[in-house]
C-alpha cells in the first residue's frame, strides 16, 4: 500500500499555516510541552500525534510514518537518541527528525545520533517552530510562495504543567531509586522552566550529587504547595 505522505507533491497552503498538511509526532513526556507543541501546530495547520515514552513512539511508528518527528532524548524508559539514531538509519527516512530538550547541552550527541536539528526548551515563539520545521524539510515538501513570521508567543494551559508536577510526584513517591530521582531530576528541571517557576527549577538540581534525600524532600514540599494552589478559571 503507498503511504500518501511519501507522494512528492508540491504544496499550495495559505501563507498563515505554512505547515498544513504535515503530520507531526512528538514524543514527548511532558504534557506542558506536548501542549506548546499542540497549539504550535494548531496555528500553523499540522496535525500532532504525541506518545510520551519510546514504547508508545513504536506503536505509532507501526502504524503510519509521519512528515516530522520530534524527540526528546530522556523519556522514561529509555533514551530518546537510540530512537533518533534508528530512524536517522532507517529508509525510507521520516522526511524531519528533530531533537527537543531544556538541555542545550544534549544539541551535540542529537545532531551525532542523527538529528536534522535541535529545539531548545522552552519552545514559545511560533516562527521559530515552523522555521525548524521548513527549514529542513526536503525542497518538494515546503510551500511554494512566500509567508509571514509570526511573533506570536505561544503559552499552555498551566493545568498541563499541574499534570507533569503530578507525574513527578508519583514517580518519586514510596522510595524512587536512582534511575527514577534522575529522570524526575531532568523532567522537573526543564518542565519547569519552561513553566518559568524558576524556585522549582533550581530545587529540581538538588535532587543529584551530595544532599539528594533532603532534595527531594524539598521538591516534594514544593511540588504539592504548587498542587494545592487554586486553579484559575
Known sequence: MTDPETLVQPRTVPPTRPLLGL????VEDSRFASEA???????????LRRADSLRAAERHLQVYRPSV????????????????????????????????????????????????????????RLAEFQQAVLRHLPPERCPTGLYPLSQERITPDRL??????????????????RAAIAYAAQFLTGV?????????????????????????????????????EPVAI
Do not use: W
Not at 503530520?23 to 512528538?26: D, E, M, P, V
Not at 507543541?37 to 496535525?47: D, E, H, Q, T, V
Not at 524508559?77 to 527528525?97: E, F
Open 23 to 26: 503530520t507531526l509526532l512528538a
Open 37 to 47: 507543541l499542540r497549539l504550535m501546530c494548531l496555528r500553523s495547520g499540522a496535525r
Open 69 to 124: 518527528i520530534i524527540v526528546d532524548p530522556g523519556l522514561p524508559d529509555g533514551s530518546g537518541l537510540d530512537l533518533i539514531a534508528r530512524l536517522g538509519a532507517a529508509r525510507p527516512r521520516i522526511p524531519v527528525i528533530l531533537a527537543m530538550s531544556g538541555d542545550t547541552g544534549r544539541e551535540g550527541a542529537a545532531l551525532r545520533a542523527g538529528a536534522d536539528g535541535f529545539l531548545p526548551k522552552p519552545l514559545v
Open 160 to 177: 498541563a504543567y499541574r499534570e507533569d508536577l503530578d507525574h513527578v510526584r508519583a514517580v518519586l513517591s514510596g522510595g524512587p531509586d
Open 192 to 228: 519547569a522552566q519552561a513553566a518559568d517557576d524558576p524556585s522549582l527549577a533550581q530545587a529540581a538540581g538538588g535532587l543529584t550529587g551530595h544532599g539528594a534525600e533532603a532534595g527531594l524532600a524539598h521538591v516534594m514540599c514544593l511540588i504539592e504547595a504548587r498542587l494545592a
